[in-house]
């Protein structure tokens, strides 16, 4: 079975950087469109960042311009840089596979249920 293990997460000063990782393992990493989503306390999961299996590549407006989802066949790992990090940045951190789509042309905030695997969350804190 596929599985998912994020790490990464910590806590940085507004305009610091974080590098999110997820180790993938029980199939390859090219076969699933993959994703980052993140939670807030009392908010809903929302998508940040997605790579399809064509290799395009999405992001929410919010983080446009600062994260960058990468991937690494070779070690079937999924990254997100993410730089000039601010407080509304805090949140629950996840990576998710979907087995439903192939590929991702937008974000809305039901993205999540096409998602069907996901990891356990890493948590990410910006102080001002």
């Known amino acids: 079975a596929l599985q998912l293990v994020e790490s990464g997460g910590g806590s940085v000063q507004a305009g610091g950087s974080l590098k999110l990782s997820c180790e993938i393992s029980?199939?390859?990493?090219?076969?699933?469109?993959l994703g980052w989503f993140r939670q807030a306390p009392g908010e809903e999961r929302l998508g940040v960042a997605f790579?399809?299996?064509?290799?395009?590549?999405i992001y929410a407006d919010a983080v446009k311009g600062r994260f960058t989802i990468s991937q690494d066949s070779a070690k079937n790992i999924l990254y997100l840089q993410m730089n000039d990090l601010t407080p509304e940045d805090t949140a629950m951190y996840y990576c998710?596979?979907?087995?439903?789509?192939?590929?991702?042309?937008?974000?809305?905030?039901?993205?999540?249920?096409?998602?069907?695997?996901w990891g356990q969350g890493t948590q990410v804190t910006v102080s001002s």
């Open positions: 998710a596979a979907s087995g439903r789509v192939n590929r991702i042309a937008s974000i809305p905030s039901s993205l999540h249920t096409l998602f069907d695997t």
């Open positions: 029980g199939s390859t990493l090219s076969k699933w469109p």
């Open positions: 790579i399809d299996t064509a290799d395009a590549t």
